[in-house]
């Protein structure tokens, strides 16, 4: 089982960057796959989650800029960002999880960094 997020990189306030997360492995299409991110010195948070029937469900500090999608054919997710902003800068990692109480499977991160 293997997830592999990508996407990341340097980008100036007000751009965006489309991070994906591809599974490989095993069949992810019933699980939750979800995001989360860290800052330099803060711990890691949640960033935004997508059920198998493509709920899904944002940090407050994403809603109306991060898109969160998924294509269970193609055993990948994606977030869409916009608007970035200087506080977005961190690393993203990307999980998937059988139900909300199961504990993550986790990618390797990719790094997001925001200018201003």
């Known amino acids: 089982v293997q997830l592999q997020a990508s996407g990341g990189g340097l980008v100036q306030a007000g751009g965006s960057l489309r991070l994906s997360c591809a599974a490989s492995?095993?069949?992810?299409?019933?699980y939750i796959w979800g995001w989360h991110r860290q800052a330099p010195g803060r711990p890691r948070e949640f960033v935004a989650a997508i059920t198998s029937g493509g709920s899904t469900n944002y940090a407050d500090s994403g809603k109306g800029r991060f898109t969160i999608s998924r294509d269970n054919a193609k055993n990948v997710m994606y977030l869409q960002m916009n608007s970035l902003k200087v506080e977005d800068t961190g690393v993203y990692y990307c999980?998937?999880?059988?139900?909300?109480?199961?504990?993550?499977?986790w990618g390797q991160g990719t790094q997001v960094t925001v200018s201003s």
């Open positions: 999980y998937v999880r059988r139900h909300s109480f199961a504990s993550q499977i």
């Open positions: 492995g095993s069949d992810f299409s019933g």
